[in-house]
């Protein structure tokens, strides 16, 4: 598993992914952090097939391709906004993460790229987003092969260790 899961700090925009995940809204049609970055990078053409989709809701995932990025496709989720954590945040999280995988999947996507969803402007502890990204992104890859290796964009610092963190205590739990 160590070597399918790989924890970055960087630009998503500037990475070379098969795909890159987008922390979008239910409108599909840009807004800010890294959904704004995404669109930017990606020049227009992102926003014109955004438009045909029709939005998308929390926990779903919607693919379209890169444009200008140097990543072939962007696949587009929801995450939830923060409200305390018993309002479905945890499950709706991890539908995120799980839907995106199965479109790599369907579409042979090899190498996909997640930003840290839903700890930006929805809010989500950043401790516990991390726990949920992990688990899922590590159960997923257990019963499949494709995607072969993820890799988690974190943008700060300070996240970048959190994720590293939680990486390598669920590392060392799977083994015991
Ligand atoms: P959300 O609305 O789902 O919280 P945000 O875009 O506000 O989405 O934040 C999600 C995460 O993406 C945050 O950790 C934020 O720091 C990070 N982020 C913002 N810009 C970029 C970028 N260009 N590349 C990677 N991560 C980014």
Redesign the pocket.
Known sequence: MKNRIEIVK????KLHADAIVN?A?RTLLG????????HQAAGHELLEECKKLGGCYTGEAKITNGYHLPSKYVIHTV?PVWRGGDKGEPELLAKCYKNCMLLAKKYQIHTLAF??????????P?EKASVIALQEIVKFLKNEEIPEKVII????DH?YQIYLQNFNRILTSEKN
């Open positions: 960087s630009d998503i925009t922390a809204n807004g800010g952090g890294v959904d704004g970055a995404i995450g930003p840290s969803i839903s700890t930006g402007i929805y809010g989500y950043i964009v974190c943008y700060s996240d």
